[in-house]
């Protein structure tokens, strides 16, 4: 069959969002007893759906925009005696529900339906991508991917984008060497965010009686102990990108770890640690003649499942330890630990920057360092950037919504 020959999509009822919802399966039967809608699918599958829920996402132009998908009607403002009076199948397989007292009927895409039913266990509607703990063992270098490729297709920048999330991590090679490409390749994936830093950042060597070196070890040639960015704002930076532009010098070797694996890894081996790297708060403090940020913490954050969701180790700005007497030691004895890990044979992941290669990484997860090195042969230079993870999962939720529309076609 030619593309001529086939049939014309078939036109389902709007869903209240700009996503693609395949149908897989179509319903069998619908049924209500006024409160609950049932639908029986063709492989047997049972779902139920409360009235109140089926009117209030619904598509219409009354409940949502079709120019926005909004909301423009509310819950609270549909009658408090709420109930469906029919619920049957229409010719093109989709389901109508008819409500009252309102006396209208409106008609339910069933591939959204099926995707949203809630019936048979709460769904994934986030679409997080599980993390894959690493050290050494499992993972010698970072996942590499081809840098042109993902600045110009959006596969390629999909499967980047989805190891990133899995990994906490990734490279990508042969990127152009000009002082722009970074922000290029960040704007393929969303906003870029603004810090006292700049919107863009270089990370190489300043004089040492000048501003920009009194903002930061990094501009200076020493050795960095593996760390996260800005755990002295109220909201750590998500997502760090750094491009290599220049790297001629002796050392300056890159260390990365996963601080995930690290925190799993002292929460198998020593409950005192555990309580240590994620009960006792920290005052983290930036130094600065123009700035004066501080948020208190724990080195690893937990979150409602009891799992690391964020890792909180800018160690060189912290502010004196500001806790309970006899949390002190512990508290030290935590950042120990959890820094000998970061920076060992086991957790830390060595290589060296090539002209050209970008990192990308979650700096809520991955700790980054480096080893000294000479600034006085060749010359280091790294162009940088902040961004959220939220704007990688935006990002990888478009790609795969226009994957599985190319796939529907």
């Known amino acids: 069959m030619t593309s001529t020959d086939r049939p014309p999509a078939r036109a389902w009822p709007p869903t209240p969002d700009f996503d693609v919802w395949p149908v897989e399966h179509l319903p069998a039967a619908a049924e209500t007893d006024g409160r609950i809608v049932t639908v029986t699918w063709d492989d047997g599958r049972v779902s139920r759906y409360h009235a109140i829920w089926l009117r209030d996402n619904a598509a219409d132009p009354a409940t949502h925009s079709p120019a926005t998908r909004e909301q423009v009607g509310h819950p609270w403002d549909l009658p408090a005696d709420l109930a469906v009076t029919s619920a049957s199948l229409a010719g093109d397989g989709s389901i ?3 409500f009252a007292p309102e ?12 995707a949203l039913d809630y019936s048979n266990g709460r769904h994934d ?6 993390p894959t703990y690493w050290d050494c063992r499992r993972l010698a270098a970072p996942p590499t991917f081809g840098g042109p490729a993902c600045l110009e297709r959006d596969g390629a920048l999909l499967e980047a984008l989805e190891a990133l999330m899995e990994y906490g991590i990734v490279r990508l090679r042969d990127m152009p060497a000009d002082e722009t490409a970074v922000q290029r390749f960040a704007e393929r994936i969303g906003t870029i965010r603004n810090s006292n830093f700049g919107f863009l950042f270089d990370v190489k060597t300043a004089p040492a009686d000048s501003r920009k070196a009194a903002d930061s070890n990094a501009y200076f040639a020493g050795a960095l102990a593996p760390h996260t960015d800005l755990a002295t704002r109220e909201y750590e930076p998500g997502l760090q990108l750094l491009h290599c532009l220049k790297n001629t010098t002796r ?3 890159a260390v990365y770890a996963d601080g995930f694996a690290i925190a799993a890894h002292i929460r198998r081996t020593d409950a005192d640690l555990w309580r240590a790297v994620t009960q006792i708060e920290w005052t983290f403090a930036n130094r ?8 208190r913490a724990p080195l690893v954050v937990l979150g409602r499942d009891g799992e690391p969701v964020e890792i909180r180790a800018t160690t060189f700005l912290r502010g004196p330890l500001n806790v309970d007497f006899d949390d002190v030691e512990a508290a030290y ?6 820094q000998t890990l970061a920076a060992g044979d086991r957790f830390a992941m060595t290589f060296d920057y090539a002209p050209g290669d970008l990192i990308a990484f979650d700096n809520r997860r991955v700790l ?4 000294a090195f000479d600034d006085a042969a060749g010359e280091r230079a790294l162009k940088g950037c902040y961004m959220e993870r939220e704007e990688v999962l935006s990002r990888i939720r478009v790609l795969r919504r226009a994957r599985r529309a190319n796939r529907a076609a």
């Open 96 to 98: 109508e529900v008819a």
């Open 103 to 114: 006396g209208r009927t409106l008609a339910y895409h069933p591939g959204w339906l099926r």
């Open 125 to 130: 509607d986030l679409g997080d991508i599980a």
């Open 251 to 253: 050392g300056g070797r």
């Open 288 to 295: 600065s003649p123009a700035t004066d940020y501080r948020w």
């Open 333 to 338: 004895a935590g950042l120990r630990a959890f």
């Open 368 to 371: 980054h360092g480096r080893t």
